[in-house]
């Protein structure tokens, strides 16, 4: 079985601009979570989608935004990127929101420039 | 607030020696989860373990190990006969309803 996709795996836009990273989960799994992490540092929870609802939301500003669709895949899209927005983008799946067992895609990896 | 201390940034160990990578949490949670994940130079999260809180017996998956000492909120993970490819960074996460997760530790195992 294929494990958590994303893509892009690696991208660089500019400072304004708008992106949009890809998630689908491993195949059964309905919830998907989203993480971004700086260099240097742990992961941090941007959302989590459940059943195509927002069921969590972290400490990010409003130019992150994310949907679940109904094949259960996700995407995040950040807007006015700023240079602060450079990381790696982590999505992660698990059968159900609180399931004792997450997995996590590869990443995609974001530069502003 | 939920957060999580890895208070090692840094260890090595030689090869098939043990390790034991530490790890305590703040919550007023009753019901979580632990986990103990590995990050390679690929930088993709790698579960390693988990714990419910719920269970007082300590997980083992092979040579990785925890302690798990609810009420010192503390949850370190062990490994034994420690081999060239466990050469990683170790992220400590707690999950009550989003996961939290540590600073990390790198460890590097030594031939």
């Known amino acids: 079985d294929a494990g958590v996709t994303q893509s892009p795996t690696h991208l660089i836009k500019t400072r304004g601009q708008q992106v949009t990273l890809r998630c689908s989960p491993i195949s059964g799994h309905k919830s998907v979570s989203w993480y971004q992490q700086v260099l240097g540092q742990g992961p941090q929870f941007i959302f989590q989608?459940?059943?195509?609802?927002?069921?969590g939301r972290g400490n990010f500003p409003d130019r992150f935004s994310a949907r679940q669709f109904p094949n259960y895949s996700s995407e995040l899209n950040v807007n006015a990127l700023l240079l602060g927005d450079s990381a790696l983008y982590l999505c992660?799946?698990?059968?159900?929101?609180?399931?004792?067992?997450?997995?996590f895609g590869e990443g995609s990896w974001l530069t502003v420039v | 607030a939920q957060t999580v201390t890895q208070s090692q940034p840094e260890m090595s160990v030689q090869e098939a020696e043990t390790v034991t990578l530490s790890c305590t949490y703040d919550t007023s949670e009753n019901n979580y989860y632990l986990f103990w994940y590995k990050q390679p130079p690929s930088r993709q999260m790698i579960l390693v373990i988990r714990q419910e809180a719920y269970k007082q017996q300590n997980a083992t998956e092979n040579r990785f190990s925890v302690n798990f000492q609810k009420a010192a909120k503390s949850f370190s993970l062990k490994i034994s006969d420690s081999q060239l490819g466990d050469t990683a960074m170790y992220f400590c996460?707690?999950?009550?309803?989003?996961?939290?997760f540590g600073a990390g530790t790198r460890l590097t195992v030594k031939p």
């Open positions: 989608y459940y059943e195509k609802e927002e069921r």
């Open positions: 996460a707690f999950m009550a309803n989003d996961m939290r």
């Open positions: 992660a799946s698990s059968l159900y929101g609180q399931a004792p067992a997450i997995y």
